[in-house]
């Protein structure tokens, strides 16, 4: 069964560094998003991705955040300089043409 | 905007009883409707879906929903919990045609199985 792969599953960066996050999303999908999910709180959406731009994005995802689809096949979010708030987990998640999203198992990142 | 509500956020069951866990949604028309499924440390597992048509969609491991847009609720039920159910559900809802077709979360309900 197709499923959308995320890596690191773990990540722990120090605050101001860049990170990286991976992902790559079902190969027949059309669209990609990131989600956030802080400790104990809600699955938030950050941005989504379609036709190799950005379709819609939250007031979370500020300039701090960029996501790129570099070769076809990977999806990733980058943040510039992490924030200690920045801690959470990192949901990526793929959708077909009228098909639901299928979401990967998260990267948790700490910030310290 | 569209916004969701799952007013429980912890319940407790005891295994082989049946479970209702509640979602109320906000929207001007009917919206897509999800249930997913983390359990500790995983991903969200899609349980079953809304789009349109039969109000009553089944989906996997035995659950179902029922969609009513008088109440704007789309609860899930489950007629007898086995102790692997114990995990947090999370109720979504999507804007048909939109561009974004991102998801909107509740806020979790965490299920706990008595044994």
């Known amino acids: 069964e197709p499923e959308v792969t995320q890596t690191p599953s773990h990540q722990v960066t120090q605050m101001g560094q860049e990170v990286i996050l991976r992902c790559v999303p079902i190969?027949?999908?059309?669209?990609f998003y990131w989600y956030r999910q802080i400790l104990g709180q809600k699955v938030e959406f950050l941005v989504s991705?379609?036709?190799?731009?950005?379709?819609?994005k939250s007031e979370i995802f500020d300039d701090q955040f960029s996501v790129e689809r570099p070769d076809g096949s990977n999806f990733t979010l980058k943040i510039r300089s992490t924030k200690l708030e920045d801690s959470a987990m990192y949901f990526c998640?793929?959708?077909?043409?009228?098909?639901?999203?299928?979401f990967g198992q998260g990267t948790r990142l700490t910030v310290v | 905007a569209q916004s969701v509500t799952q007013p429980d956020i912890h319940i407790t069951v005891s295994e082989g009883a049946s479970l209702e866990l509640r979602c109320n949604y906000s929207?001007?028309?009917?919206?897509?409707l999800f249930w997913y499924v983390q359990s500790p440390g995983q991903g969200l597992q899609l349980l079953l879906k809304y789009f349109s048509g039969d109000t009553l969609v089944q989906g996997i491991k035995g659950f179902e929903a029922e969609f009513k847009r008088s109440q704007s609720s789309f609860n899930l039920r489950k007629p007898s919990v086995h102790w692997s159910d114990a995990a947090e559900y999370f109720c979504?809802?999507?804007?048909?045609?939109?561009?974004?077709?991102?998801?909107?979360f509740g806020g979790g309900t965490r299920l706990m199985v008595k044994p």
């Open positions: 991705f379609y036709n190799n731009e950005i379709s819609e």
């Open positions: 929207y001007g028309a009917t919206p897509y």
């Open positions: 998640a793929s959708k077909g043409f009228r098909t639901e999203a299928f």
């Open positions: 190969s027949n999908h059309l669209y």
């Open positions: 979504a809802v999507g804007v048909p045609n939109n561009a974004g077709n991102m998801l909107t």
